[in-house]
């Protein structure tokens, strides 16, 4: 069974990949590469549908770009909205718009393009929002969140992947009353907009609880959960993480969700079952709970698992206490570095099974098996060299796309197809 990306973690946002025929462990000998094709920089995922593949990234013509988490680089020059062909790498359109940065980690773009069956919607690093017929890269619409809306640029960029239900986009924007807005995913107009809030940098996604679809935001201050027809608040549980970095979607399993961000933030919420209201179960402390920056946390069987902003390793966390079961440096720096900031690594799970495909910020690709009672590597292939930097290191800061029995994993570089096929890995 063939499976598209259609945008962030998937078509749901929950991580799961649900596709037929994936290998079970990476052998020995590596993983067969399809293409190779350059592109320029970014941090946005690509996204993969219809046998088209999606990647944003920016071309920088001018200024010095620097990365210092408390000062804004200055650039000249344009993102990018590529569509290839998902067999060959055959680029089929581009789309490119000027763009002045004036934000912190300048590489380009944070948000991964979102499809519906005939669109694709891009948000830019300085609040460029675009729907773009998907056949040939024609412009359908076009906002500008600072200038339609008057939204205040976050130091490090619009992060929130635009997201698509219904005939509504929805996105953070920040400001008074418009802390999440929802647009016409037709024509561009607002159709409604809610919360005081900054946008911070955590993408909204829609959950069926309480006997209701709720929308959840992650802003500076508050996991909320709204009405995604009106934008009428449900529930509010206060959350502030350190230099307003809201980043991790917050997930679920059952009726628990766990909210996450860097240093000591970190929340259960338990989601009432009968109307849509939640309430706080437990939050992390100094080291317990585990505290996440750009890479969302997994639940599964009631086990929480993310990387560490702190200890830069990946974590096991027991959901009914916080406390925490193991940790492990193996998803994030194999090697003999054993203390990073903000390591990272994105956990996508194979269907309903325990196995887990992990990209981790040296390049690897692994497969690997986590359980409550340890991490176990099913093999390791390194798919492309890490470009971006963070305090020192380089990096990989991008989530793959996972379709088509394909890896679709971008660098600054270039973008790379990785044969995930049970049949190619046993040639």
């Not at 986590?370 to 990096?395: D, K, N």
Request: aromatic letters at 10%; proline letters at 5%; one cysteine or more.
């Amino acid at each position: 069974m063939a499976d598209d990306w259609r945008g962030w973690m998937g078509n749901s946002r929950d991580g799961v990949y649900r596709e037929t025929g994936i290998i079970d462990e990476i052998p020995d000998s590596g993983l067969p590469v399809k293409w190779r094709v350059p592109i320029y920089s970014g941090y946005a995922g690509p996204a993969a549908a219809n046998g088209r593949v999606f990647v944003f990234d920016y071309q920088q013509t001018s200024g010095d770009a620097f990365n210092n988490p408390g000062e804004r680089a200055e650039l000249n020059g344009q993102e990018r909205l590529v569509a290839l062909d998902a067999a060959s790498g055959k680029i089929l359109w581009v789309h490119s718009y000027h763009c002045p940065y004036r934000v912190s980690y300048p590489n380009g773009p944070r948000c991964t393009p979102t499809l519906d069956n005939e669109h694709v919607f891009i948000l830019g690093s300085e609040g460029d929002l675009k729907c773009l017929q998907a056949a040939d890269g024609k412009i359908v619409w076009s906002r500008s969140l600072k200038r339609d809306l008057n939204a205040e640029v976050p130091i490090w960029g619009f992060a929130s992947h635009p997201l698509v239900d219904g005939n509504l986009l929805y996105t953070m924007v920040g400001g008074e009353g418009q802390g999440v807005v929802a647009f016409d995913k037709r024509t561009g107009e607002i159709r409604w907009k809610a919360l005081d809030a900054k946008a911070g940098y955590c993408p909204l996604s829609i959950i069926q609880a309480g006997q209701a679809r709720q929308l959840i935001a992650f802003h500076p201050e508050a996991v909320v959960s709204l009405n995604p027809e009106n934008g009428k608040q449900n529930w509010s549980i206060p959350m502030q993480p350190s230099y307003e970095m809201s980043i991790a979607r917050p997930m679920i399993e059952g009726n628990r969700m766990y909210a996450s961000s860097i240093h000591n933030e970190a929340v259960l919420i338990e989601l009432a079952a009968d109307q849509a209201k939640a309430k706080e179960i437990w939050r992390g402390e100094p080291k317990s709970a585990v505290h996440s920056g750009n890479a969302t946390p997994v639940l599964m069987d009631g086990v929480i698992y993310g990387t560490d902003c702190v200890e830069g390793c990946l974590i096991a966390v027991d959901g009914k206490t916080g406390s925490r079961l193991w940790k492990t440096f193996e998803a994030t720096q194999p090697s003999e570095e054993r203390f990073v900031k903000h390591g990272t690594a994105f956990l996508t799970r194979l269907g309903d099974s325990n196995r887990f495909l992990v990209m981790g910020e040296t390049g690897d690709l692994q497969i690997a098996e986590l359980s409550e009672q340890g991490y176990t590597s099913r093999g390791r292939f390194h798919a492309l060299e890490p470009t971006a930097e963070c305090f020192g290191r380089s990096v990989v800061w991008s989530h793959p796309a996972y379709a088509n029995q394909t890896a679709y994993i971008r660098n600054d570089k270039e973008i790379v197809a990785v044969d995930l096929a049970r049949q190619a890995a046993d040639k």
